[in-house]
Structures are given as structure tokens and as C-alpha cells.
């Protein structure tokens, strides 16, 4: 990763993604992007072009650092920028799949145009966006995006069937979950779920995962294979 605040991606040796770098099963450098400026300033950033507000990330430095950030390995460069595309759970799993990615973190207005177009000439560069509205720089992006794709790589999850299971691994969201105690607060924990038929238990649960994505994701159902709802789903 490279960042002109690399503190900003300290949680990422963490918790979970933390034990997952101390058993070897990632590797993670942050690079700070000021290491390849020259001038005493350590100037990153410059006026637009066409003028307009705020500043944008000069291209020489991002050059530099990309020419030797991206040397070595074969990477995929993503990119977060307000104007990316949709970062989702299936492009976690293709991200999940790649032996390295390289994630720059841009601020500012951004990132010169040349600085992706020029590294597309040697490597994919995906521009995603983690959501429909406007941060301050991409370490934020970052962080979400290496926990949803680090946690697909096997062993980090204690459980596989976690990452199998969860919300959108089947396109819908995942319906409600429960623990002890039996009644908290006078609300009790619904009786099927305590019923030990595992049948039942299952059908519920894809009842309330329906539910919710009907109520809170209709997109989600539009966006469904013709044959991902079976008729029991279809009776719902
Ligand atoms: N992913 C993602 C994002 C970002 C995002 C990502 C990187 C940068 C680098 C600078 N800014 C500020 C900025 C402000 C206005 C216009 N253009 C850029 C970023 C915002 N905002 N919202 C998202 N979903």
C-alpha cells in the first residue's frame, strides 16, 4: 500500500488480519509516498488543470512510486476513488484469488489520471468505490477492502462456513442471529431456532434472509440468476 498517512492503515496488523500476518499467511508493507518526492517540501500535491477546487496528487511522484511499488511479482492495482465501480463481495473473492494487489491511496481531489492510465499499460488497475458517498482520502477504502477480501483467504476465518455463509456469499442478506440467554429483556429467542430440526431451522432462516433483502435490498433480488429462488422461496 502506499499513502501519504501509512498510520492510517496501522489497523490492519490488527486483531484478525494481525494473527493472519504473524502466521504467515499474508504479507502487508506500507509504503509512505513522500519517500519519493525530492524537494524540501516533499510536495505530493498540485493545482488542477481547467482550475476547480482543492488539489490534485502530482503524477511524477505517484510514477515513481508505482514504477518501483509495482516491480517484482505480477500485481493488481486497485485503486478506491468516489468514481469507482462498485467494490462488492464477488470482487472481494476475484481480489482474494490474486497472489498481490497494490492499493493506492490517494487524497486531495485525487489522483492524476496519467498515473492509472500509465500503470495500465503494465498491470490491471481497478478504480472501486466502497460506497455512494464522498470520504477525504482512499485509507479508509483500504481498510475496508483488505478485511473483506483477507477474510476470504483460507485459514484467517476460524470457520470456513463463515465466509461461505455470509451476507451476499448467495446474492440475498443475512437474516437475523441469536444467543443466549433464551429471554433478554422480555424478547425471546424464536422457538425454531431452538427446535433442533435442522430442516426447519434452515427454511427459516432463508424465510428471514428473503425478508430482509426484500424489505431493505430489492436490488439485490432483481439482480438474482433466474434459478437462484426455488419454489419454497417463490411461496414466501
Ligand atoms: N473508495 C472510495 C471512496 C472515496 C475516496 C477514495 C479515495 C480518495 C482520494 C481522495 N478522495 C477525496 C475526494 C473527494 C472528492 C472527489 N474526489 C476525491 C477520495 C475519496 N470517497 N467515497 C468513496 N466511496
Do not use: K
Not at 43 to 50: E, I, K, L, Q
Not at 54 to 62: E, L, N
Not at 157 to 173: I, M, Q, T, V
Request: proline share 7%.
Amino acid at each position: 500500500m502506499v499513502s501519504i498517512f501509512p498510520s492510517y492503515l496501522a489497523p490492519l496488523r490488527e486483531a484478525l488480519l494481525g494473527r493472519a500476518i504473524s502466521r504467515g499467511l499474508l504479507e502487508l508493507t506500507v509504503h509512505d509516498l513522500r519517500a519519493w518526492t525530492h524537494d524540501v517540501h516533499q510536495a505530493v500535491d498540485d493545482s488542477p488543470y481547467g482550475g476547480g477546487p482543492g488539489m490534485v496528487m502530482r503524477p511524477q511522484v505517484w510514477g515513481d512510486a508505482l514504477d518501483d511499488v509495482l516491480a517484482g511479482p505480477p500485481a493488481r492495482l486497485v485503486v478506491p476513488t468516489p468514481a469507482g465501480r462498485p467494490f462488492t463481495q464477488a470482487l472481494a473473492r476475484e481480489f482474494s484469488a490474486e497472489e498481490r494487489l497494490v492499493f493506492a491511496c490517494g487524497r486531495y481531489e485525487g489522483i492524476d489520471q496519467r498515473v492509472l492510465d500509465d500503470a495500465a499499460r503494465r498491470v490491471t488497475v481497478d478504480e472501486v468505490s466502497i460506497g455512494d458517498y464522498v470520504l477525504v482520502g482512499g485509507e479508509v477504502a483500504v481498510l475496508a477492502i483488505v478485511e473483506a477480501v483477507v477474510r476470504l483467504l483460507p485459514g484467517v476465518l476460524g470457520n470456513p462456513r463463515s465466509a461461505a455463509e455470509d451476507s451476499f456469499s448467495d446474492g440475498l442478506l443475512e437474516g437475523p442471529a441469536y444467543t443466549r440467554p433464551e429471554v433478554w429483556r422480555g424478547l425471546a429467542v424464536p422457538d425454531v431456532l431452538r427446535s433442533g430440526n435442522h430442516a426447519l431451522i434452515d427454511r427459516w432462516r432463508r424465510d428471514r434472509s428473503l425478508e430482509r433483502t426484500h424489505r431493505r435490498r430489492p436490488d439485490l433480488l432483481e439482480a438474482l440468476p433466474a434459478d437462484a429462488l426455488d419454489r419454497a422461496d417463490r411461496a414466501l
